[in-house]
């Protein structure tokens, strides 16, 4: 009798794992707006504990958007006391710097401001616009007056915006608006002693 063939081994079907959820390949708006909640950053959070708020970089809409909401958690924190804010910034759009000028301007404590490395078209506008007599730069800080579309390429700036700029500077600093527009037009940095005989700032920190 010839052998018979012998019938295959049942194999039974494997566990397929569950596939992971999907994941956004870029931060969420709710999980970058945790800059404020307690134990997001370490940094941060001792800062805004000593009332010390730090504008860096190029202040676009959502830097000024974080500064201008900083500003008002201390404020609402404690109205008495002052809060410091240090600028290391290279510039940005003009709309972004009259927010945080505005908000300055608002809040009950007086905003005192410290140039810290440089401090560009609008990142100068908000140093300048601290409380008058608490604005200061560190011994080596440069300064320099430029048209605040430039870091962004912009042909034009916003109706008006040009000239509430121009005004502002020339309240902070007591020059002539016509100098003003003429100093922008050159670049005209400044070392920080020059930029207390000019008005930008107060003193030297």
Same mark, same amino acid.
């Given at each position: 009798?010839?052998?018979?063939?012998?019938?295959?081994?049942?194999?039974?079907?494997?566990?397929?794992?569950?596939?992971?959820?999907?994941?956004?390949?870029?931060?969420?708006?709710?999980?970058?707006?945790?800059?404020?909640?307690?134990?997001?950053?370490?940094?941060?959070?001792?800062?805004?504990?000593?009332?010390?708020?730090?504008?860096?970089?190029?202040?676009?809409?959502?830097?000024?958007?974080?500064?201008?909401?900083?500003?008002?958690?201390?404020?609402?924190?404690?109205?008495?006391?002052?809060?410091?804010?240090?600028?290391?910034?290279?510039?940005?759009?003009?709309?972004?710097?009259?927010?945080?000028?505005?908000?300055?301007?608002?809040?009950?404590?007086?905003?005192?401001?410290?140039?810290? @490395?440089?401090? &560009?078209? !609008?990142?100068? /506008?908000? =140093? %300048?616009?601290?409380?008058? $007599?608490?604005?200061?730069? +560190? *011994?080596?800080?440069?300064?320099?007056?430029?048209?605040?579309?430039?870091?962004?390429?912009?042909?034009?700036?916003?109706? @008006?915006?040009? &000239?509430? !700029?121009?005004? /502002?500077? =020339? %309240?902070?600093?007591?020059? $002539?608006?016509?100098?003003? +527009? *003429?100093?922008?037009?050159?670049?005209?940095?400044?070392?920080?002693?020059?930029?207390?005989?000019?008005?930008?700032?107060? @003193?030297?920190?």
């Amino acid at each position: 009798m010839p052998p018979q063939p012998v019938p295959p081994l049942p194999v039974p079907p494997l566990p397929v794992p569950p596939l992971p959820a999907p994941q956004p390949s870029h931060p969420t708006a709710s999980a970058s707006s945790t800059v404020l909640v307690a134990g997001a950053d370490p940094v941060l959070d001792h800062l805004l504990d000593v009332r010390v708020v730090h504008v860096g970089g190029v202040l676009d809409d959502d830097a000024a958007q974080r500064v201008c909401a900083r500003l008002r958690l201390l404020a609402a924190r404690d109205a008495r006391h002052d809060v410091v804010l240090t600028v290391s910034c290279t510039g940005g759009p003009a709309g972004a710097a009259l927010a945080v000028v505005d908000t300055m301007e608002l809040i009950g404590p007086d905003v005192a401001t410290c140039v810290v @490395g440089a401090a &560009a078209g !609008v990142g100068l /506008l908000v =140093a %300048a616009s601290g409380a008058p $007599g608490k604005r200061t730069a +560190t *011994a080596h800080a440069r300064l320099t007056l430029l048209t605040p579309a430039e870091p962004f390429g912009m042909a034009v700036l916003a109706p @008006g915006q040009r &000239a509430d !700029v121009v005004a /502002l500077l =020339a %309240a902070r600093t007591g020059q $002539g608006a016509d100098r003003i +527009t *003429a100093d922008t037009a050159a670049r005209r940095w400044f070392t920080t002693p020059e930029a207390i005989a000019y008005g930008l700032v107060d @003193g030297q920190a």
